[in-house]
Each structure stands twice: as C-alpha cells, then as structure tokens.
C-alpha cells in the first residue's frame, strides 16, 4: 500500500488540482485510488474515500462548467483544446477498439444515462451495440473535414457519443439514426441538457430512414451482411445525386473498400476511421 500512501501524500502536499488544468490526473488518481481501496487498512481507506470525494467534486464542478459553455455556445473552441491536452493517440496502438481517459472525460462531459431495457431483438447480421472510442471520433470528425454545410448521419448511433461530439465540436448539422428505442431516448435526454440545436436523432431501420440530408455517413459496424449491402446500395444510390462521404470504423470497412463507387482517402491513420469519396 506503499504507492496509495505517497500519491495520497502528494495530494495533500501539493493540494487539489486546479478544476480546469488537471482534469486528466485527477481522473488517474481515482482510478488509482480505487485499484488501491481493496487491500487498505480500515485508516488508510478513509483518507483515500476523504481524497476521492475531493476529486470527485471538483471533476463536477470542472464538467459542469464546461457543460454550461456549450449550452451557451462557446463549447467547440474550448472543449477542442481540451482534447488536444488529453489526447494519447498511441496508447493502444495494439488495440484500435480499447477505451481510454478521453473516453472517461466524454463520458463526465455527456453524461448519457442508463438504458431502459433494450426491446429490439437483433437478428443475426445486427452487431451488438458498443460506442466508438472518443479518439475515433475525433479522428473522424477531423479527417472528414465536417463543415458548416455538412450534415452527418451516423447510422447505428446507438447512444449518440459521434452525433453529440461533432454538434458539440463542429457546426455541422448531426443526425443519429438508431433502431432501439432506448438508445434514441437517452441520446435525446443528453442533447436537450445540452442545449444543442444542431443535433436529432430518429428511431428508425437504416435501410428505410430518410437519409437524403445527409453528406458525411458514419458507419462503426453496426450491421453486417445482407443489411450492410442493402445500405451501402441506399447510399450508392444517394451518391448519384451529390457527392457524399462515408466514414468507417471497424470489420465493416473491408466491405465499403471493395464498393467500386467509393474512394479511400489516402489521409488516414493505421487503426483508426477509413474516409471515402464517392466517385
């Protein structure tokens, strides 16, 4: 317990970290603390519970006031410098689809609530729900260069993480397209505390939605199969009528590479979001 004794030490010596600068450590602390919790004796706990209660309410107060700056508007410049405070685009170079402390922070900076029940029973070329880890997200949103005349439809948004990050990072219009009821109704519950107008999301199968809005789609393999061809077709058909964008994020873009009428981007990096053109 020797590493728990000098990180509470150092929190006591140095005092709480400031709410805007040290969000990041203050995270890592927690998570130290409460790796440590288990094997501490009953005096070292309650200093360590006396030290996590601190962290935490200034992680609040350091969230909240970052949620207030985006209900007021002034949240993409501030909340894009903060990720590129926070981002380790190499820490987990061996594994594209881990979590990491961005993925912490969204989560203190959204605060999606928990699911009802799903009532959508998948059928066999439906994927599993999992979020796209936040530095994908934000390699996407920059990669596909999303613009003030963009919109994104991100197809499968299960709890809307792409759809709120690039309404609160960018000043493109953001549609999540999502076939369970109770993933639509959390992402709307989390875009109404926000205050964001440039953001909707419909409850809807991607092969019927209306997607005729849409130039940038964004595709974390939500579905594989028949209905992943039956939507690249609705999209191909799509791109006869404007030039659009499709983003890709896991096994389904193997299969968008061989689709004759789209172009990979020769700007992307290993293990993250593929960008394609129509032709």
């Known amino acids: 317990m020797e590493a728990l004794r000098r990180l509470l030490a150092a929190l006591d010596r140095d005092g709480d970290p400031a709410p805007a600068d040290d969000i990041a450590f203050r995270i890592e602390a927690l998570d130290r603390i409460d790796a440590c919790l288990p094997h501490a004796d009953e005096a070292l706990r309650r200093q360590a ?5 601190r962290l935490e309410s200034l992680n609040a107060r350091f969230f909240e006031d970052l949620r207030e700056d985006i209900r007021r508007g002034f949240g993409p410049e501030r909340l894009m410098a903060c990720f590129a405070r926070w981002e380790r685009p ?3 170079a ?10 912490e922070l969204v989560a203190g900076l959204l605060r999606i609530g928990e699911p009802a029940v799903p009532t959508i029973e998948l059928s066999p070329d439906m994927v599993f729900y999992q979020p796209t880890p936040a530095r994908h997200i934000l390699a996407m949103i920059r990669h596909s260069r999303l613009g003030p005349d963009d919109v994104l439809v991100d197809l499968g948004s299960g709890l809307g993480h792409v759809p709120l990050l690039a309404a609160i990072c960018t000043r493109a219009t953001a549609i999540g397209i999502e076939l369970e009821p109770a993933y639509v109704a959390c992402a709307q519950a989390a875009a109404g505390a926000l205050a964001l107008s440039n953001v909707r999301f419909m409850q809807a199968d991607a092969r019927a939605a209306d997607v ?4 940038v789609f964004y595709l974390y393999t939500p579905f594989k199969g028949a209905i992943l061809r039956d939507v690249l077709e609705r999209l191909r058909d ?7 964008r499709v983003c890709t994020f896991g096994p389904c873009t193997a299969e968008v590479t061989q689709q004759s009428w789209l172009i990979r981007s020769a700007e992307y990096e290993a293990n993250a979001p593929a960008i394609f053109h129509s032709g």
């Open 238 to 244: 799509e791109a006869t009528r404007r030039t659009i």
């Open 212 to 215: 005729s809005a849409g130039t």
């Open 94 to 103: 061996d594994d594209p689809q881990a979590y990491d402390l961005l993925d």
């Open 90 to 92: 190499r820490a987990h």
């Open 49 to 53: 519970m006396a030290a996590s209660d």
